[in-house]
Nanobody
Framework: QVQLAESGGGRLQAGDSLRLSCTAS????????VGWFRQAPGKEREFVSV????????EYADSVKGRFTISRDNSKNTVYLQMDSLIPEDTAVYYC????????????????WGRGTLVTVSS
């Protein structure tokens, strides 16, 4: 059974940088696409980014394009989300998900979600 664990959240100031990690177990990680979603207080969960199984394809929400970078290290079963130039609107709980199909990940139509990691950005 797939298990996902997010880490790296924290409290920061606008303009700071932060790197989140998502470590997976219970799957052949190198065959899975992995994505990040976030949910801000009082808002619906939204797509942030996704990376293909081999890292050859990356997609980003318009709101984070140019500021966030997704990457993966299959030897460590881990996907990273490098977040630069953070703004208060980035405040949210960040979740990672995984599926062999990138479209499924992008749509968030997955059964297993991690517990999330909280990122708080103050102005």
């Amino acid at each position: 059974q797939v298990q996902l664990a997010e880490s790296g959240g924290g409290r920061l100031q606008a303009g700071d940088s932060l790197r989140l990690s998502c470590t997976a177990s219970g799957i052949t990680f190198s065959r899975y696409c992995v994505g990040w979603f976030r949910q801000a207080p009082g808002k619906e969960r939204e797509f942030v980014s996704v990376i293909s199984w081999n890292g050859g394809l990356e997609e980003y929400a318009d709101s984070v394009k140019g500021r966030f970078t997704i990457s993966r290290d299959n030897s460590k079963n881990t996907v990273y989300l490098q977040m630069d130039s953070l703004i208060p609107e980035d405040t949210a709980v960040y979740y990672c998900v995984a599926d062999p199909n990138i479209a499924v990940v992008h749509a968030g139509q997955v059964e297993v979600w991690g517990r999330g990691t909280l990122v708080t950005v103050s102005s």
